[in-house]
Structure formats: structure tokens, C-alpha cells
């Protein structure tokens, strides 16, 4: 041994987003079951912590765009994939769709997904309102399975300043979840915003105060997030996410291949062969002319360096310059810039990400083409009657008399929990999908995606006919007899 070389006394947990995030950030979620297979048994044999493989946006692409039964691919890969846990992603009481479901939608929801192998449950929700996760969290418990709370991180100010997103704020949230029985914690960085030293101090700070393992989850997006893993395992964090090179880097995560390396003869090193990372490597490169036309490559840099610069996702801006578009006014771009940091104050800071950034940003156009609040979105107003949950800040009381006078919906801000005001959705959506709502999966599915699940389930049921239909090819599907 030589004599610089270390036991790896801490080594570093790995959990791998190849097949969700990874596909998700680099190529629209449209990676199918059947290029996952070849690789399957042996990404089990590599020694990840966990390996994420359902959840975000896989529910919605897979049957829109990929003819699959979202609910098989969890099945379909536990019979190659039997030693890694599977983890998934889960918007709390959004589940994988975009809106906030009724408890019993909830509930069902999670209690089928432990059914078909979901071990990790990652959950978060997009306003850190974790009143929104509690009836995620009770069913994953009573299933005996993990429940991973996650808070998104969001900044106000550089190092961590500001009103809201600072040490002591990600501490107490830290704190918050531990205490609501969560058996790790997760750092949830969508847009790559966590910088390096910031992590080390966070990291350090969280460690301090929770005893449930810590997990750190960020994107390469504005090109910070390997430097921001090497210093959060310096300080102690016991979890990052990763994937192999071909589906890291861009907005994707950071690469596992140079995070082994670069830890190898360290206390923290990962125990991971590097070459059997390699090999799985090369089937993502042999696969990979299928999907190319995916990739986003009109700009010849992988990072995004206006997130450094003004915090707003790649994803938000091309929203915003199609918004502009459609209203001819693509030369008001920079003032759109402005209005959303300050409709983001208005609105209580809440953090950029799905639903709420579309919200906000929508919102910024309006404004800035029809005068501050003049026209207003019933999704702001929804966001501002408390539907959505508490904002980080309190929004001040005159402007949200101005935004909910005459709104159908109510004038008086909501304090309870969102989906205390929703009732219940089962029996009447079985009863609207009849006979193609054949299993509870079926139904929940239903429920989550109206439109496109009834055409799926269609011809899902379409293949018990002897003619068959496209659903017949799913690797694994056993056909109705
Ligand atoms: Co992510």
C-alpha cells in the first residue's frame, strides 16, 4: 500500500439515475424498457446504493410516447435487477402528475407502487410545504418501505443570504422531515444551483443535526455539480446520485466513471470497479443513435451559464421565449428576466421548479405585456388562495386582495393542508372509465392522465383481441388470455 493510499473507512454511497433522471435530462424521458434489459443484471452487480428507475416524468412519456404500461417497467426489471433497492421519484401529493390529488388517489397510489417493487421513495414537494407529503409518507411507512424526504434547494442570495433559502432555513427543513419520520434526508438540486462551498457548509451543517442518512442530488446544468459532490463528501454526506458518463453531464447528473477515480484511495473511496462502469458505458453509445435526434445540441456548451447568472432553468426560458413568441414580443426577453425575480418575490419565493416555475414565469409575460397583475392566471391565483400550499414567505395581504377579487374559487386565503379541501376521486373515475379500468392500476393511471391513458388503455386491451395491438411488444407483458 502506498503510503498517501487510505482504507476507505466512509466509502461514499452511489445511487445511479441512469435509468430515470438520467434519460429524463438528456433525452426527454424516452429511453424504453428493452435497452435497459442488456445492462440490467449487471448495473446489480455493481454495488450502487439504490438505483432510480421510476418515477418524474417516466409515468407520463411512457404511455404517451412509448406504448409501455408505466406500471410494468418497476416488474419487468425486478427480475433481472434482484439485489439493488429501487428508488423513485414522487411529487408528494402530486404523485407523477400535475396536480394535487385527493388522499385516496394518494394512498392507493403509493400502496401499488410497493406492489410492483418501488423500495426508496424520493419525496418532495415543490414548495417545501411537507404538509403536502404526509399522506405519501404514512402509506410508504405502513408498507415497511423507505421514505426519503426531500427539500428543493433554491437560493435567494450568493452564500446562502437572503430572506428565505439560508443555512438555518435548510437546517430547520432538514430537521422537519426527520422529525415526520423520514429514514434519510434528501438535498434536491434540480437546477444545479448548489455551489460548492455551499454544499460543504450545508452538508456539514445538516449532518450536525439530523441522524438519518444524508443524500445529495444535483444537476450538472450550470456546470458546478461534480465540484459541489467532491466538497459535500469532504463534509460528510453519505449519498450521491450519479450516471454512467453517456447519460451524465448537461442537465443531467454528475458521472459516476471520474467520481470513482477520483476517490479511489481516499477514506471515501466508492468500492465500484471502474472498468465494469466502462463496459456498461459502451451499450449506452451502441444505443444511443436511437435516440440522438433527442438531444438538445443547438449550442455547442453542455452548461447552461445563465442559471449562474440569473437562476432560471434552461426549461423555463425556452418556455417563456415560446410564450413571447406566440404574443410577438420576443424583444421584451431581458425585461422578462427582471419581472420574474421580482413576481418570485411577490409570490413568496417559491422555489423554481415544476409547477411553479411555469406559474411564475407565465406570469412574469403577463405582466410585463398587460401592466403588474392586471391579467392574472387562475393557476397564480390558485397559488395565491393557498391551493398549492404555504410559500415560503407570507404574500403581502393587498396584493393578494388584488389577484383573488371575483375568483370562483374563493377571495380568503386557505390555511389548511390542499388536499384537505379535494374529495375523494376513486369510485368516480372507475365508474367513468367502465370496462377499460380493468385493475387499480389501471384506474390510478386514469386518474392521473385522462386523456392519453383512456387512448393507452385502449389498446392495452385492444391486444387481448386476436389481431393484437402495439402494446403486445412490451418486453415481459404477459398478454390477457
Ligand atoms: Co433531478
Known amino acids: 500500500m502506498n503510503k498517501i493510499e487510505k482504507v476507505p473507512t466512509n466509502p461514499i454511497k452511489v445511487q445511479d439515475n441512469t435509468f430515470r433522471d438520467g434519460h429524463q435530462s438528456i433525452y426527454a424521458t424516452r429511453m424504453k424498457t428493452e435497452d435497459m434489459l442488456p445492462i440490467a443484471e449487471e ?175 444535483s444537476h450538472y446544468t450550470s456546470g458546478m455539480a461534480s465540484m459541489t459532490y467532491l466538497k459535500a463528501i469532504e463534509a460528510g454526506v453519505d449519498v450521491v446520485d450519479t450516471c454512467l458518463a453517456p447519460f451524465a453531464l448537461r442537465t443531467s447528473m454528475p458521472a459516476i466513471e471520474p467520481l470513482v477515480a477520483a476517490l479511489q484511495g481516499t477514506e471515501r473511496a466508492t468500492g465500484i470497479d471502474l472498468h465494469k462502469l466502462l463496459v456498461l458505458g459502451e451499450h449506452l453509445e451502441n444505443i444511443a443513435p436511437k435516440y440522438n435526434h433527442l ?46 425575480v421580482q413576481t418570485r418575490k411577490d409570490m413568496g419565493y417559491p422555489p423554481l421548479v415544476t409547477p411553479v416555475s411555469q406559474i411564475i414565469g407565465a406570469q412574469a409575460v403577463l405582466n410585463v405585456l398587460f401592466g403588474r397583475y392586471v391579467r392574472v392566471s387562475n393557476q397564480l391565483k390558485d397559488l395565491v388562495l393557498g391551493l398549492y400550499g404555504r410559500t415560503p414567505l407570507p404574500i403581502d395581504p393587498e396584493l393578494t386582495k388584488k389577484i383573488l377579487k371575483n375568483y370562483k374559487r374563493g377571495e380568503e386565503p386557505v390555511k389548511g393542508r390542499p388536499a384537505d379541501y379535494l374529495e375523494p376521486e376513486i369510485e368516480a373515475a372507475r365508474k367513468q372509465i367502465g370496462n377499460l379500468g380493468r385493475t387499480d392500476e389501471d384506474v390510478l393511471a386514469y386518474i392521473l392522465y385522462p386523456a392519453t391513458m383512456e387512448k393507452f388503455l385502449q389498446m392495452k386491451y385492444a391486444a387481448d383481441l386476436p389481431a393484437g395491438g402495439a402494446v403486445k411488444n412490451i418486453p415481459g407483458k404477459k398478454v390477457a388470455a
Open 295 to 340: 438531444l438538445a445540441n443547438h449550442k455547442l456548451s453542455i452548461i447552461d451559464n445563465g442559471v449562474l447568472a440569473h437562476q432560471i432553468p434552461g426549461g423555463m426560458i425556452s418556455n417563456l421565449t415560446g410564450q413571447l413568441k406566440e404574443m410577438n414580443a420576443l424583444d421584451r426577453l431581458g425585461e422578462i428576466y427582471i419581472e420574474v
Open 43 to 217: 448495473m446489480d452487480s455493481c454495488g450502487f446504493h439504490a438505483m432510480e428507475v421510476w418515477g418524474g416524468a417516466t409515468f407520463d412519456t411512457m404511455h404517451r410516447f412509448l406504448g409501455e404500461d408505466p406500471w410494468m417497467r418497476p416488474k419487468i426489471l425486478k427480475k433481472y435487477i434482484t439485489k439493488t433497492p429501487f428508488a423513485m421519484l414522487i411529487r408528494g401529493q402530486n404523485l407523477v402528475g400535475y396536480r394535487h390529488y385527493a388522499d385516496d388517489v394518494v394512498r392507493m397510489f403509493v400502496d401499488k407502487a410497493c406492489e410492483i417493487g418501488i423500495d426508496i421513495f424520493r419525496c418532495f414537494d415543490a414548495l417545501n410545504d411537507f404538509r403536502n407529503m404526509e399522506s405519501c409518507a404514512e402509506r410508504i411507512k405502513a408498507n415497511g418501505k423507505e421514505f426519503q424526504g426531500a427539500v428543493c434547494y433554491s437560493l435567494t442570495d450568493v452564500r446562502l443570504g437572503g430572506e428565505v433559502y439560508t443555512l438555518e432555513y435548510f437546517v430547520a427543513k432538514a430537521k422537519e422531515l426527520e422529525q415526520m419520520g423520514a429514514d434519510a434526508v434528501c438535498i434536491k438540486d434540480m437546477a444545479g444551483l448548489l455551489s460548492p462551498f455551499d454544499a460543504y457548509d450545508l452538508v456539514s451543517a445538516i449532518k450536525k443535526e439530523i441522524k438519518v442518512p444524508l443524500h445529495l442530488h
